[in-house]
């Protein structure tokens, strides 16, 4: 069984910092790419940032320049630093693996089970 464990969620005021962090476990043969995304109430699910094995990375127009990510694929783990932190921030920040369980021979999609990030004054 897999499992992806997220950290670090919580209040912070406009302007403020937080990071995320991830971690995979369980019976896992190897992660091709991980990543995070969240969803706001009454909106659909977006990409956030995303960083691949190889080292590629993918950001979000609206979070671009604001928040960095970084993979640690040798712990199956990967963080999401987020400063300048707006009230549009706010939403339930999920994480996603794209990885091969052990008993398989193909890629899934895993998710968290979500943090929530609330930013306000």
């Known amino acids: 069984q897999v499992q992806l464990v997220e950290s670090g969620g919580g209040l912070v005021q406009p302007g403020g910092s937080l990071r995320l962090s991830c971690a995979a476990s369980g019976s896992i043969f190897s992660i091709n790419a991980m990543g995070w995304y969240r969803q706001a109430p009454g909106k659909e699910r977006e990409l956030v940032a995303a960083?691949?094995?190889?080292?590629?990375?993918n950001f979000a127009d609206s979070v671009k320049g604001r928040f960095t990510i970084s993979g640690d694929f040798a712990k199956n783990a990967v963080y999401l630093q987020m400063n300048s932190l707006k009230p549009e921030d706010t939403a339930v920040y999920y994480c996603?693996?794209?990885?091969?369980?052990?008993?398989?021979?193909?890629?899934?999609?895993?998710w968290g089970q979500g943090t929530q990030v609330t930013v306000s004054s």
């Open positions: 996603n693996a794209d990885l091969r369980p052990a008993w398989g021979l193909s890629y899934y999609a895993y």
């Open positions: 960083t691949t094995s190889s080292g590629r990375t």
